[in-house]
């Protein structure tokens, strides 16, 4: 039987598999070397650069054609991303790991890669319930995560946030399965396939099954009107957990909705909700963090102002792909150059706070960066770099992003979401300007900044990246 018409896997699908697998099969001996206690956590952390420079390596090993995933050839940045952001939680983790009473690196870290894993099976799937299977995958991780080590009734309740979100996200895209398989029977199509997805014009249980799938993304992308769990679930995390939750979680979304829609039936209705949720996103995440001081809620709500962003942009491609446009490469580019300067950002502003030698930062105010810049003055320019670059300053890559992103909307005629982004970017500067001049203003008198030295060289390349990434596409767009 074809794998196109049925759920039985070729060696192709195995094959385009494999970089996941290692993963799954790293993540398995770190759990095992976490169950020897005398297991020291540098090994445990070898181990799992040693899995994820494996996993980077088998790429070039899984190149073929499988109907259930992409291409990998066409679609590696997805898994690279992930390993990527696995390295640097790991590098970020020592820290946090060190302050805990019983350190259990190895399950923390082999966790880590299963969620890794996951979220790269999740963001490649070309099918439905290999989706739905990879994303309650990956929430099995982070429930375990967010709450690790159990310190504060706050990891806990975060922990609990997260699970009734993801519960209600899994729903969501559970039953939309269950509408768009029973389309499959009118249609005589097997729908769950994304490739099928147009086939599905005009078909109301379709329709309602497509939109229930795309909320449960939502979830996933902390986009309007489903981004309330965000800023607690963010606040309680440990850093490392939140930065992969920020970075890895919001992109593996980004790509599966982006799959989603280019392959759904093109409807104006659907362009208006999309650019609805689009502008309230931005709104919400921007007024809400000019509110906030506590560093790790500031973060919570710019990914709900930069969901919206990405929701802009993907509304873009639907009507430009829609059209027939002929820069379809421009806009598979701006999404992997979008993701790549948030990710880069969001790293470094997380490696600054992870220098701070407090207990818990969960009732942080950004008033306790006050004296970084004597103290650290590396921390402090990454941090000023890293925070221009989401407020989308020049030249950074957060700035070219943005701009990626405004020539689309403009090419799709989409002026008023255009407007919408530009005031919102505007708001954004404040909160995070005010963030950047704590750090830069004195310690209080008897005040002792709590924020050490540490990681010089991660810094310096994640500030590095975000520079020469702004100049590269500055050259490209010229």
């Keep these: 039987m074809d794998s196109s018409n049925g759920f039985i896997a070729t060696s192709a699908d195995w094959l385009a598999v494999l970089p996941e697998a290692i993963l799954a099969c790293f993540g398995v001996l770190l759990i095992l070397a976490g169950a020897f206690k005398k297991f020291p956590p540098i090994a445990c952390r070898m181990l799992a650069y040693l899995g994820f420079a494996a996993s980077l390596a088998a790429l070039a090993f899984a190149g073929k054609e499988s109907a259930f995933f992409e291409t990998l050839s066409s679609r590696a940045e997805c898994t690279a991303l992930f390993v990527f952001c696995g390295i640097l939680s790991v590098s970020m983790s020592a820290r946090y790991l060190e302050s805990l009473a019983t350190k259990n690196a ?68 559970l039953l939309g399965i269950a509408f768009i398989y029973g389309a499959s029977f009118d249609i005589g199509s097997d729908m769950l396939y994304f490739g099928n997805f147009t086939e599905g014009a005009g078909s109301a249980l379709f329709g309602v099954g497509a939109v229930l799938a795309i909320s449960a993304v939502f ?204 005031l919102g970017s505007a708001a954004s500067i404040y909160y995070y300007f005010k963030w950047i001049r704590a750090s830069c203003e004195p310690a209080k008198e008897g005040a002792v900044c709590g924020f050490g030295r540490g990681y010089a060289s991660i810094l310096l390349a994640l500030t590095l990246a975000i520079l020469i990434l702004g100049v590269k596409y500055a050259l490209y767009l010229c």
């Design 219 to 422: 979830f996933k992308l902390s986009a309007f009107p489903f981004q309330f769990w965000s800023a607690d679930v963010y606040q309680g995390s440990p850093l490392p957990v939140g930065a992969f939750l920020a970075v890895a979680s919001k992109s593996a979304a980004v790509f599966v909705l982006y799959k989603m829609l280019i392959s759904l039936p093109y409807s104006s209705s659907l362009v208006n909700i999309l650019s609805l949720s689009a502008a309230l996103s931005i709104i919400v995440g921007n007024f809400g963090g000019i509110a906030e001081r506590n560093p790790k809620r500031i973060i919570a709500f710019s990914g709900i102002a930069n969901a919206g962003y990405l929701l802009v942009f993907l509304t873009s491609a639907v009507v430009l792909l829609n059209l027939g446009a002929e820069n379809a490469n421009m806009i598979s580019l701006t999404l992997v150059f979008y993701v790549l300067a948030y990710a880069f950002a969001l790293y470094s502003v997380f490696f600054t706070q992870s220098l701070n030698y407090s207990e818990s930062d969960y009732n942080m105010d950004i008033c306790a960066y006050n004296g970084l810049s004597q103290k650290n003055p590396l921390a402090t320019v990454s941090l000023t770099v890293a925070l221009a670059s989401l407020a989308g300053i020049p030249p950074t890559a957060g700035f070219f992003a943005k701009l990626l992103v405004l020539v689309l909307a403009y090419a799709a005629g989409l002026y008023w979401l255009m407007l919408v982004l530009i």
């Design 106 to 173: 190895g399950e923390f870290f082999g966790i880590l890669m299963f969620a890794a894993a996951a979220l790269s099976i999740f963001s490649r799937s070309q099918h439905l319930m290999l989706t739905f299977v990879a994303l309650e995958a990956s929430a099995i991780c982070f429930y375990a995560l967010i709450a690790w080590g159990r310190r504060t009734v706050e990891n806990l309740e975060a922990s609990i946030r997260y699970i009734i979100a993801s519960g209600v996200s899994g729903a969501f895209l």
